[in-house]
């Protein structure tokens, strides 16, 4: 069972509800629940979308862009439906904080909704959870059910003359549907494959409807702003990075967990302390700061905060706040190549750079990490990679591309010390591994 | 009239469908939620399973094939009654994700992908399943296990061993 850690630094936010039996409605309104809707009711939509900008929210899911400022891009008028989607399709290797929203607090996630529905003069939504998430979809249908029978959606939302529907949806196994526009193809009931952009989701989304897609926990986060106040969040964090953020810290560490922390909380610090440092008190190799499509940071380059800014300023990315701590004993050669597998498993095949990309960078990491490589297989790899960066109509080319040209370039002579002719010196290549490939 | 037609679904399934259907602005929206739903009563997507799920969409058999294609979590064959799934992917690799696709693999005589003879346990290496900060982590059908050991694997062969013979 998926659990929340604490440590005293925790700043419980968007968890302030969670072990607290929020799943039920009666004791979610208790603890303030719904009130944020109410308030929003009150509210014109500019000044909603205006709060929202003051709270210096951005997007968990992990492109980090201002909420209440993709908000406001949805024009006021429009021919056709808007729409809300949450996108709970987490699938970013590290990353399992989403799930905690689902089973703890399922309301503060349709409440979220609600108001952004509010905010942009929609009047219906869409929870999409990844497929394997079933018994979370189980408590957002109950949950779902739960508002509908006490009058919150529906016709005349708490009276008012707003109509709000919300409707949960599963997927069905596709990290790719993670992306904004891949899943509005699922939602109608296609193959996950991205649309061409511009037209963007704001102007042209679910059925050509202008569209709001947030991650889980950026909507989770959005009544718990106005339960607090904008102002208040926003100062929670750090500068136009407002609030806490759920962090998924896994691998090498002595309490892995997902603990709720501040925006710009020290690397370093989550990781020695927060986290109990590394696992058996071996040293530290790498950190993958934000889910593994990031660029990976070595030891000495973690001092720093952990906010969208600050990540980039180091080289890498705050992605879906999933830290993965590797210690002394791994190989980065067989960690890339892990790494990519997934991503070539995972590539809709549609862009040729990324299809081809992963392919090949599969195969030169196989053979690097199972022996035969020759000399050009590392420049290659750095070669393929930088050749797939923004030259795919999705970010899962550079996904795949961005760690791989980290690895290489940060542990290039562990690249070399494959080349020996007989693959891995540290692990060789086990025969436990089941071929797949 | 739809109350006319023969389904090879349960009643319950059936009526669940004719629901979803009028759920979206678009029918065709409920494909997915359908076939995967469908697949857990029937155990897999059958040609029976594209066929009605067609029929109840309006769209051609082969939109439906063409979907199915795309999804993991969609299977064209019977798998175990236990469907077991380890997660090798980073967080459950630096845990021993690995080990423990092993070792399932060992303890049930199977390889991956494959399903045991008397078609109790099936076993599948699959991608992430975010349960990273409790890996290593094994799905078994829509089951979390969770900060795995090949002992605590043993132990949950064992209960899903004694559930099958019951």
Redesign the interface.
């Known amino acids: 069972m998926a659990y929340l850690t604490t440590h005293p630094d925790v700043v419980p936010v968007v968890s302030y509800r969670f072990g607290k039996g929020a799943v039920d409605i009666d004791r979610y309104i208790e603890l303030e629940g719904y009130s944020s809707v109410r308030k929003c009711l009150e509210m014109e939509p500019d000044a909603i979308i205006n709060e929202m900008k003051t709270s210096g929210l951005r997007g968990r899911g992990g492109a980090g862009f201002p909420t209440g400022m993709k908000w406001s891009f949805v024009p006021k008028q429009s021919a056709k439906p808007k729409y809300v989607l949450v996108n709970g399709d987490e699938s970013e290797p590290g990353t399992c904080k989403d799930r905690l929203i689902f089973e703890y607090d399922p309301h503060s996630v349709i409440e979220g909704t609600m108001i952004a529905g509010l905010a942009i003069g929609a009047k219906m939504g869409f929870i999409y959870l990844r497929g394997e998430y079933r018994y979370l979809i189980n408590i957002m249908e109950k949950a779902v059910a739960a508002a509908y029978a006490k009058g919150f959606l529906g016709k005349g939302i708490f009276g008012s003359q707003h109509d709000f529907d919300v409707v949960v949806q599963t997927g069905a196994g596709a990290y790719e549907v993670g992306e904004e526009s891949a899943l509005m193809e699922s939602l109608e009931g296609k193959r996950g494959v991205p649309r061409i952009k511009p037209p963007f989701p704001a102007v042209v989304g679910l059925y050509g409807g202008p569209t709001v897609i947030n991650n889980a926990e950026t909507l989770a986060s959005v009544p718990h702003i106005f339960r607090i106040g904008a102002a208040e969040y926003a100062k929670l964090g750090t500068e136009r990075n407002g609030g806490t953020r759920l962090f998924c810290i896994s691998g090498h560490v002595e309490k892995p967990g997902v603990y709720e922390l501040p925006m710009g909380y020290n690397l370093k610090k989550m990781i020695y302390e927060v986290a109990g440092g590394i696992l058996g008190g071996k040293k530290l190799k790498a950190v993958v700061p934000g889910g593994s499509s990031v660029p990976v940071l070595l030891p000495d380059e973690i001092d720093i905060g952990m906010d969208f800014d600050q990540v980039a300023k180091a080289g890498s990315m705050l992605g879906s706040g999933g830290v993965v701590v590797l210690d002394e004993s791994v190989c980065m050669v067989e960690f890339a190549l892990r790494t990519i597998k997934f991503y070539r498993h995972e590539s809709c095949g549609w862009c040729i750079p990324c299809r081809e990309g992963t392919d090949w960078l599969q195969k030169s990491l196989t053979r690097l990490h199972m022996g035969g490589a020759v000399d050009k297989d590392i420049n290659n790899i750095q070669y393929i990679a930088e050749n797939m960066l923004g030259r795919t109509f999705c970010p899962l080319g550079d996904a795949a591309a961005m760690p791989t040209i980290g690895f290489v370039k940060k542990f290039r002579k562990e690249f070399e010390d494959h080349l020996n002719g007989k693959g891995c010196p540290y692990h060789p290549a086990a025969d436990y591994e089941l071929a797949t490939v | 009239m739809a109350a006319e037609k023969t389904t090879i679904f349960s009643p319950e399934l059936a009526a669940r469908f004719d629901r979803l259907v009028t ?4 029918k ?6 359908m ?2 739903y469908a697949q857990d009563e029937v155990g897999y997507i059958s040609d029976a399973v594209v066929a009605e799920v067609a029929e109840r ?1 309006g769209i051609a058999e082969l939109d439906v094939r ?2 199915v294609s ?5 299977r064209t064959k019977l798998v175990g009654k236990y469907h077991v799934q380890v997660c ?4 459950c ?3 021993g994700g ?2 423990l ?2 070792h399932c ?1 060992q303890r049930l005589g199977i ?3 494959q399903t045991t003879a008397d078609g109790v346990f099936s076993l599948e ?1 699959v ?9 290593p982590a094994v ?1 078994v059908n ?3 296990h ?1 900060n795995l050991t090949t002992e605590l694997m043993d132990k949950v062969l064992d209960e899903y061993r004694a559930k099958a013979s019951k």
């Open positions: 759920l979206y602005p678009v065709r929206s409920a494909l997915i939620p076939l995967l969409i063409n979907v795309y999804y993991s979590l969609m090798t992917n980073i967080a690799m630096l845990r690995n080990e696709l092993h693999s390889g991956n992908k290496e991608e992430c399943i975010g349960a990273c900060s409790w890996a799905q829509y089951d979390f969770e």
